[in-house]
């Protein structure tokens, strides 16, 4: 079930809301955990159980680590408990990988007599690993005390908002929120909103990009033109949809009174790679600072150690969304890139703005490729078109593939997830941090306007819904 499909939209989410609203306050918590436990479970029942014995396992070692006795002692808890979360990572998500490649280097590409079936992904296992670390890891840290409850930890980890694609939240993010949170009906209707402009995002725009996207990967020889199309349009397609889910996620939180962290700050207005990073996939990248950059040392052990502790945290980053080198490549480029702009002190104030932002897109770009591409011969087959190795024009094979409506769709979307901050402000969609500054929830904290324009959107979308078939979430296989 994903959040663009008719049967949540028509029958999950008012079923849910409804007894959520019907249940009283104090047994919230308990209706949160089996409403989103029947979300995942949906796909597969064994998969929620593996889930739920994750987050047992996780808030036991959270509790031993907080009541050990020395500091030795904490951290051997706090070591094996992360590495128990990484043992069980790599084996549903780097063990085919790792399986294949063994026998293709060493097997002659057959595959070992004493292999394993192929073992099947769990959808959201990299999301809900990386809460269990953080939240093992800030009782280690103090800077968070365990749970109150086993049933409020579990809710968190099983939330089905950001249960499947993130954000990644910490338990400190929402701890309170599950002791008291607001409900009211004004706050209801922004989540509604928030929600409905998501789903118009991932409907109306990247799903209508992903045909340009996925007819540019598919040609095995791609010209300079298609291979710019391409790439330029899974640049748009992956940021529609997965800022659409994320303010999706913030929408459904809001309309059960909780306050999730912004994911997107328009990345794409970006002047520098650093800059890129502070506002794409905030919570992941925050995440990484915390927990992986600045326990292998920061920038607290000398020059060399720290470009070498940027360049893996961003490799590491690259593999946690993949077992494929194209991943590994696509976090080296940007470690790279951002080595060399701490080297340089690059300025976020560019002198040169409209230069930095295109040499910067530039960047994004290329990287988006290897990110994109199955195997490095297509994403090396979509560079060599790139640079018109496969010669220049959209060739008349191809060319009924790239719709003048796509086309069309690109160029909003272009010039909606650049003025996007523009566009908030002008319908008065605020952030959940604006609203936090305003303290004016209370209020209805957006015009009549934009009530008008999320309605029309999600009633759009949701016509497209009905006439199409549902596209899942490209962070879905994360």
């Not at 047992?56 to 680590?65: G, H, K, Q, T």
């Not at 002791?179 to 402009?197: C, I, P, Q, V």
């Not at 230069?355 to 994403?379: D, K, P, Q």
Request: glycine share 6%; with cysteine.
């Amino acid at each position: 079930m994903v959040f663009s499909s008719v049967i949540f939209i028509f029958v999950y989410l008012p079923l849910f809301l409804a007894l959520y609203y019907a249940f009283p306050v104090r047994y919230r918590s308990y209706f949160i955990l089996i409403g989103s436990y029947c979300f995942y479970a949906w796909w597969r029942v064994d998969f929620a159980l593996l889930m739920l014995a994750t987050t047992a396992f996780n808030y036991c070692a959270a509790l031993l680590v907080d009541g050990a006795q020395t500091q030795r002692r904490r951290k051997v808890l706090l070591v094996a408990a992360v590495l128990a979360d990484l043992c069980l990572l790599f084996y549903f998500k780097y063990f085919n990988f790792f399986a294949e490649s063994s026998a293709f280097l060493f097997n002659k590409g057959e595959a070992y007599s004493w292999s394993l079936p192929h073992v099947l992904l769990p959808i959201g296992i990299s999301f809900y690993i990386f809460h269990n670390i953080s939240y093992v890891v800030d009782v280690y840290r103090r800077d968070l005390e365990p749970s109150r409850t086993f049933v409020d930890y579990a809710a968190f980890i099983a939330f089905f908002p950001h249960q499947i694609a993130g954000p990644v939240l910490r338990f400190s993010d929402l701890a309170e929120q599950f002791y008291d949170r607001e409900h009211n009906w004004s706050k209801f209707n922004y989540g509604a909103m928030r929600f409905l402009t998501g789903l118009a995002k991932k409907v109306l725009i990247a799903d209508s990009i992903a045909p340009v996207a996925d007819a540019a990967f598919a040609i095995p020889d791609p010209t300079m033109a298609e291979s710019w199309l391409g790439a330029i349009a899974y640049t748009l397609q992956l940021y529609f949809d997965f800022s659409g889910y994320s303010s999706m996620a913030i929408g459904l939180g809001m309309m059960v009174g909780f306050n999730f962290i912004e994911n997107f700050d328009t990345p794409y207005r970006s002047v520098n790679i650093t800059e890129f990073w502070r506002r794409w996939h905030i919570s992941l990248s925050s995440w990484l600072r915390d927990y992986l950059y600045i326990s292998l040392g920061g920038n607290r052990k000398g020059i060399a150690r720290t470009y070498s502790n940027l360049a893996a945290t961003m490799i590491l980053g690259g593999l946690w969304h993949g077992a494929n080198t194209t991943f590994l490549i696509w976090g080296a480029w940007h470690g790279i890139w951002l080595a060399i702009e701490r080297y340089l002190k690059v300025p976020n104030n560019a002198p040169f703005r409209i230069s930095s932002w295109i040499f910067t897109m530039l960047l994004v770009v290329i990287g988006w490729v290897f990110f994109r591409a199955a195997n490095m011969t297509e994403a090396t087959s979509m560079l060599a078109g790139m640079i018109g190795l496969n010669g220049i024009s959209l060739r008349s094979d191809y060319a009924w593939e790239f719709s003048n409506f796509s086309l069309a769709l690109m160029v909003v979307g272009l010039l909606t997830a650049l003025s996007e901050r523009s566009l908030r402000q002008m319908f008065g969609l605020r952030t959940t941090r604006e609203l936090a500054k305003s303290a004016a929830i209370d209020h209805p904290p957006a015009t009549a306007v934009m009530g008008v324009t999320a309605t029309l959107l999600g009633l759009l979308a949701i016509l497209k819904l009905v006439a199409d078939s549902d596209a899942p979430f490209l962070y879905f296989q994360f």
